[in-house]
């Protein structure tokens, strides 16, 4: 991070930032015994926080494999995949604001998360957006990747996780996760048509394979926004 003058905007932001960083790392720690619990080893949780970076998308991906082992692990890593893709999206948010070479682009790539994208956003000036999105992404990447890998130690000593309910705790943070987006019609009707096929299919299905089927369905329903139209009405 380049030094600039300090401003109250760009003060306001590092506090921000500082402030998110330190609250969502501390799921960190979930994360990494939660993972242990799905049959990763220490390492291999490590890792992916290292390469993946993408809370939402690694609970996925844990969350499956927990429920179908290693045979699930392709469509565990394509749920991960399609979670993923709003990064993407982020992506083409932010390049105006990071601007610089493409090298620089190219590293905020990796720490263009939900966080950093709504903390900067957040910013009412381009240098406190600016300041917003780099100590956001960097703090909370540090402050992830410290508290998986005490998770993980934690969950590799606590043994058999079942008997602590860890083996189902993955899917329930999950759901954590998306709970806080269902307040209107259209997203609640996506995950409840999801929810049903993926229900449905589970007993006669690979583990895995009902979630990606349920993620199409989510695709199909989410695409046409029918009930976004109701709403507007």
Known sequence: MRRVDRTPETRAAIRASLAVALAVSLYGVSFGALAVASGLTI?????????MFSGGSQFA???????????AALPAIVGAALLG????LYAIRMSPIIGGPWWRKLLAGHITIDESTAVATAQPTREAQRIGFWWTGISLFVGWNLTTLIGAIIG??????????????????????????LTALQPVVVAVAAAVVAAVLTPTLPAGVPILIAALVAVVVGGFNLFVKREAK
């Open 156 to 181: 590799n000593a606590l043994g058999d996780v079942r008997q602590y309910g860890l083996d189902a705790a993955a899917a329930a943070a999950f759901l954590g996760l998306l709970w806080p987006r």
């Open 61 to 71: 991906l844990i969350g499956v494999l927990a429920s179908g082992g290693a045979s």
């Open 85 to 88: 893709t709003r990064n993407g």
């Open 43 to 51: 390492w291999q949780t490590c890792v992916l926080s290292l390469f």
